[in-house]
């Protein structure tokens, strides 16, 4: 189907504001400890002709759920075939590299609704240009606690990466949906991400973690017991995840972007069917952490069964759009509605304005990814 834009061209520019909410205070101070060691912003073009393009993800574990996002198109060799030269690297946390993007160091950064949303209300001209279709947050807890909807978290503690970070504000929503008042009826706890995550669990400092789709099954493998989905508000919500550029790269780097959304969802679409040679993509761009080589093949076992489902969520089509990467304007606007109910976004935002999917929506243009990856994953066999 014919996706409308969600916002006209050119478009509108909103006046800059200093106010700044608490919850943005929060997530976003951490990012400027960060600005001093970022280099210089890129040069236009290459040596080779390819302008360059450089983004960051907000994991700071740079696991292989990450791999869509830089490493695939990289080890494959789809940014120089498509003129660009694609530069990846992660940040401390989303909110950190939307601060980047703000500052100009860099053209792109992979986000969640609540914190770009947030960091738009400071600086206007960021523009949405994709999103993740399916669940991006949730929360999880041990197989057989007891602990299956938000309503059983009652009396129990509940961990997330930090105080005021995109988790603990869908956290604070979802609780408040299912009648339940954060800090009174459930204690939320800063613990970090990755492997403090899994001792708080083993210890019993927390009944239960949240955070994205990419993470648990990871965290999995290090806690005592398997972990499960805890039904939730949050995960019912399209396009928590996505990908964030400004209205300037917008406008001066259009073509690249197109072509890097669209090498985006096809490496998630590889990623879904292929889920090993994802995580091999995003350990031989990223060797730093790669596994030693007495742990390589089962660790690449497990991160490919473990990511698997993220990366068939990252290559999902809208529920009403039909288009991977493209919500409908009612999504949008019924994700926006819950974030503002439960005051995750403490002032108004203009997101019919800071949302443009128009270079998503020409990248998959007459795009069946799922053929598309057969084809290449069978014309371009692993080494």
């Known amino acids: 189907m014919t996706h409308p834009r969600l916002?006209?061209?050119?478009?509108?520019?909103?006046?800059?504001?200093?106010?700044?909410?608490t919850a943005v205070a929060l997530t976003l101070a951490v990012a400027s400890v960060f600005l001093a060691s970022c280099g210089s912003d890129d040069e236009a073009e290459n040596a080779d002709g390819t302008v360059a393009l450089s983004g960051v993800n907000g994991d700071p574990s740079n696991g292989p759920s990450g791999a869509p996002w830089g490493s695939i198109q990289i080890k494959e060799g789809?940014?120089?075939?498509?003129?660009?030269?694609?530069?990846?690297?992660?940040?401390?946390?989303?909110?950190?590299?939307?601060?980047?993007?703000?500052?100009?160091?860099?053209?792109?950064?992979q986000g969640s609704a609540p914190t770009a949303y947030a960091a738009a209300k400071l600086d206007p001209d960021l523009r949405i240009i994709g999103f993740l279709n399916g669940p991006a947050y949730l929360m999880v807890a041990p197989e057989g606690s007891g602990i299956e909807a938000t309503a059983d978290l009652k009396g129990k503690k509940i961990g997330v990466m930090a105080l005021g970070s995109a988790s603990d504000m869908m956290v604070r929503g979802s609780l408040n949906e299912a009648g339940l008042v954060p800090d009174k009826d459930v204690k939320i706890l800063p613990i970090g991400v990755g492997a403090p995550m899994a001792e708080a669990l083993n210890s019993g400092t927390v009944d239960a973690i949240?955070?994205?789709?990419?993470m648990w099954q990871s965290i999995s493998a290090l806690t005592d017991t398997p972990l499960a989905p805890v039904e939730s508000a949050m995960s019912d919500l399209p396009g928590m995840m996505l990908q964030v550029t400004t209205q300037e790269v917008l406008e001066e780097k259009n073509d690249e972007l197109v072509a890097y959304m669209r090498n985006f969802y096809k490496g998630c679409a590889v990623a879904a069917e292929d889920p090993a040679r994802a995580v091999a993509d995003h350990w031989d761009v990223f060797a730093n952490v790669s596994p030693p080589a007495d742990k390589y093949d089962q660790q690449l076992a497990d991160q490919a069964d473990w990511n698997q489902n993220f990366f068939s969520i990252c290559a999902a089509p809208g529920a009403e759009t039909g288009v991977p990467g493209v919500l409908s304007e009612e999504e949008v606007k019924t994700v926006y509605d819950w974030l503002r109910k439960y005051n995750i976004l403490e002032d108004d935002v203009d997101y019919e304005t800071i949302v443009d999917t128009s270079v998503t929506e020409e990248a998959m243009k007459d795009l069946d990814l799922t053929t598309w990856a057969s084809e290449y994953l069978a014309e371009n066999p692993a080494d």
Not at 7 to 21: D, H, N, Y
């Open 210 to 214: 949240a955070g994205w789709e990419g």
């Open 7 to 21: 916002a006209s061209a050119p478009l509108r520019r909103l006046r800059r504001t200093g106010l700044r909410t």
């Open 78 to 109: 789809w940014d120089k075939a498509d003129g660009y030269t694609l530069k990846w690297d992660v940040a401390q946390s989303a909110a950190a590299g939307l601060q980047l993007l703000s500052a100009g160091k860099v053209d792109m950064s």
